[in-house]
């Protein structure tokens, strides 16, 4: 175990006291935990302690089934959600059929695996791949109700380079239209750079270039806003990452005239975002007529969003 991993699983071990991670404060995670999770200095105390207990759980996954119990339960992230750590290793020994002492030994073995599984996976991977930069979050609002789609979009980056000072990234709003003409999708830039650079790079996919006010430092953040219109659309809208992206926020406003249903696409194929055989969880719009969802550390290559079906409704 390096030394980066070893530091991390010794903050692993000191929140595992008293009522561990699920309670926790902010200023009791270690900087070599935070590091691993890519906890940023703009965090809030609480997205500090939701970025670490993500991490955590999303890498526990690939531990043996008995460390991975052992190592959430001793955080207080699994189990019961008692005060003292004895408490909870005695829980863990009775689940495991195990004694008190291999309990503990289960969960020094989750912890340094853990460790090790955090450290490898450290925010740098982007870096690593060459990528210049990467998505920290991406919010998008699509409204339909509108006289055409439109959407707006917030990107948050972060610089992977000494001196970032063009980013190039693609949009997709899923046009229906066949024509495939470059003015079927109007791109504005609303903040955050100077467009220099526009190609079609598919009928619904335009790829652009922006210029930054000004080079970014590595590890420093930038937020683009930009505003999409196209005449109408396809019945879906997804992120397919090309590169790690942090958090991904949607909201699509349908307003009075609703679809029949509106199903979750998360972590599927680009290719079968449009068949009607790849369901997923059935989602209600609010009073508002709209459908919001959120995704967290999103996969290269898998889209990530909503479909809809059917003609929308009357309004209520």
Known sequence: MDGRAKECEEDL????????????RADQIGAALRDACGVNDEDTPAQVVDKVSAA???????????????ALTALGLDGPRTRFLRDRQRWLS?????????????????????ASL???????????????????RLRVLLALDQQQPEAFLFRQVVANTAELEEIELAVTLTS????????DVSVDVFSGGTLVHRRRESQDRIGLALRLPEPLRQGQRHEIALRLRVAEMLPHYVCVPESSCEEFDLTVRFGARLPRSVSLLEKVFQNDVSDDSVTGKPLDPDASGEVRVRFRQLEPGFAYGIRWEGCPQEPR
């Open 13 to 24: 071990k000191r929140l595992r006291r008293n009522r561990g991670l699920c309670l926790a």
């Open 118 to 136: 955090l450290t490898a996976a450290n925010a740098p991977t982007a870096a690593r791949s060459g990528a210049a930069w990467r998505t920290e």
């Open 56 to 70: 955590v759980r999303r890498h526990a996954a690939a531990l043996g089934s008995e460390q991975r119990l052992a």
């Open 176 to 183: 229906s239209g066949a024509s495939g003409r470059e003015n």
């Open 94 to 114: 009775e689940q495991l059929d195990r004694n008190f002492r291999t309990a503990q030994r289960r969960i020094d073995e989750g912890f340094a695996e853990l």
